[in-house]
């Protein structure tokens, strides 16, 4: 019973590296998402998909691109990674939809940029 | 403005007490409201959605409370254990799909 698994757990780029962050989930959910968790901030939405093939910006989305060719994977791509970038990401899916159904969460991946 | 306010911001009490978390939200329209539990290094995982006709839920040792006049929930932890040290998180969904907005969250540390 994987639920979301996101990819991998810890990351160190340099500045000006490109990355892709990987998450798959089991459960059959349309809805996918992905976060950032800064210190003293509650999360943020950076992109969103309702389906394969459809994805939307959320609150902070420059510096990230995603794509949703399937129903299981959402992959998040940072192009040219900045310090600013530094976070802890958070991958989450919904049955129903992020403002109806429970989200479910990955586990999350801290990345550095130096 | 659309805001959710959490406090305390960290509480630290003794196992075997009861704690109340506090949850503001200025989010309009209002449709639900959750509650997420997260451990240190660990992603949130769901303890209650309650929507605009509930006043309280309950989950285990976990209680919800709602008033959606006064735009004000609770969480009241009851017995409180060693695992319950965690953040806790309050969030409402606003408008359009996906846009979910967090709480800075609790931070309960439950000391032996």
């Known amino acids: 019973n994987a639920g979301v698994t996101q990819t991998p757990k810890f990351q160190v780029l340099k500045t000006g590296q490109s990355m892709t962050l990987q998450c798959a989930q089991d459960?059959?959910?349309?809805?996918m998402s992905w976060y950032r968790q800064d210190p003293g901030m509650g999360l943020r939405l950076i992109h969103y998909?309702?389906?394969?093939?459809?994805?939307d910006q959320g609150e902070v989305p420059n510096g990230y691109n995603v794509s949703r060719s399937t129903t299981e994977d959402f992959p998040l791509r940072l192009l040219s990674a900045a310090p600013s970038q530094t976070s802890v990401y958070f991958c989450?899916?919904?049955?129903?939809?992020?403002?109806?159904?429970?989200?479910?969460f990955g586990e999350g991946s801290r990345l550095t940029v130096l | 403005k659309n805001q959710v306010e959490q406090s305390p911001q960290s509480l630290i009490i003794l196992e075997g007490k009861n704690c109340t978390l506090q949850c503001n939200y200025t989010v309009s329209p209002f449709s639900n409201l959750r509650w997420y539990k997260q451990d240190t290094g660990r992603g949130p995982v769901s303890l209650t959605i309650m929507t605009f006709s509930e006043n309280t839920k309950s989950n285990g040792r976990y209680t919800a409370t709602l008033d959606a006049d006064t735009k004000q929930s609770s969480l009241h932890i009851t017995a409180s254990q060693l695992s319950d040290s965690a953040s806790y998180i309050c969030?409402?969904?606003?408008?359009?799909?996906?846009?979910?907005?967090f709480g800075k969250g609790t931070k309960l540390s439950v000391k032996p």
């Open positions: 459960m059959n959910h349309e809805y």
């Open positions: 998909s309702v389906g394969a093939g459809i994805t």
């Open positions: 989450a899916s919904s049955y129903l939809g992020a403002n109806t159904g429970e989200l479910f």
């Open positions: 969030v409402v969904p606003r408008g359009s799909q996906g846009n979910l907005i």
